[in-house]
């Protein structure tokens, strides 16, 4: 099943798309030539993504662009972590739902606590510019900067860059260009996709099948939908009295690859 993509409808205008291919402990995945529209790569716990690629969180109804020299990785959790080979300094990214405008306000107010016994205090005021907001964080030689945008469907995201503090504007410009990439999807479409990926996540497909009208094998396809994005096939398959299975007996097979869920626009009237 390598290289297979298959799309299954759920409901109108999503689709739930499913390609095959290895998944666990697959190499960077890194950014679709420049000539070409790029594809986006959905987060997944245990994977990492190189510079130039835009990754999404279909949870939060979100992407961003990894800047250039940075790699991002998700490991069990909900913080999303940034790290380079070239710059010193540790970025992350914050994915929040259900959340206002002033509860991100208060978030970035406070001290933010790094790490046990790691806490930078605020600098000066919040900037706000529309709907993003600008923090500064300092403590003794260590700096931190923060920018947070907020979308349009009570959800935000958070950036920030962490390190000394002769790598302050540097930051801050990482964490403008995270911030410029941001891209929120609509108010309408976004809780809808949210609302698919919790329903969807966890449950199995079952797929009856006949192989020909004659019928010489009869079976059925089980695709279980894991919650870190991959998907586990087994197909089964029995033979008709009279009409063996070449090489099987019963037989099972198991396949994985990557699912994930898409919006497509629908002319009226396809369903």
Not at 253 to 270: D, F
Request: hydrophobic fraction near 40%; glycine fraction near 12%.
């Amino acid at each position: 099943m390598s290289g297979m993509i298959r799309m299954l409808a759920v409901t109108m205008g999503f689709f739930v798309v499913i390609s095959g291919g290895p998944v666990v402990g697959q190499s960077d995945v890194g950014p679709v030539a420049r000539e070409h529209a790029p594809e986006i790569r959905d987060l997944r716990v245990g994977e990492r993504y190189s510079g130039g690629t835009r990754v999404r969180s279909p949870f939060v109804g979100l992407s961003f662009v990894i800047p250039k020299d940075w790699r991002t990785s998700l490991p069990a959790g909900a913080i999303v972590f940034l790290d380079s080979a070239v710059t010193a300094g540790l970025g992350t990214v914050h994915l929040l739902t259900g959340i206002s405008r002033p509860a991100v306000l208060a978030q970035l107010s406070e001290p933010q606590a790094i790490e046990a016994g790691f806490v930078l205090y605020p600098v000066g005021s919040l900037q706000g510019e529309g709907q993003k907001l600008i923090g500064q964080y300092a403590a003794g030689d260590r700096v931190g900067v923060v920018v947070a945008m907020l979308g349009p469907s009570h959800n935000a995201i958070i950036y920030q860059f962490v390190g000394h503090k002769t790598e302050r504007e540097l930051y801050r410009q990482l964490a403008e260009e995270l911030a410029s990439s941001t891209q929120f999807m609509n108010e309408r479409d976004g809780p809808i996709l949210r609302a698919w990926y919790e329903r969807l996540t966890g449950m199995v497909l079952i797929l009856l099948q006949r192989d020909n009208s004659i019928a010489q094998t009869v079976g059925s396809t089980a695709i279980h939908l894991c919650s870190d994005g991959r998907f586990i096939q087994t197909t089964r398959l029995q033979s008709v009295p009279g009409w063996p299975v070449d090489g099987e007996n019963d037989g099972a097979y198991h396949e994985t690859g990557a699912w994930r869920i898409e919006c497509k626009a629908l002319r009226p009237g396809s369903f």
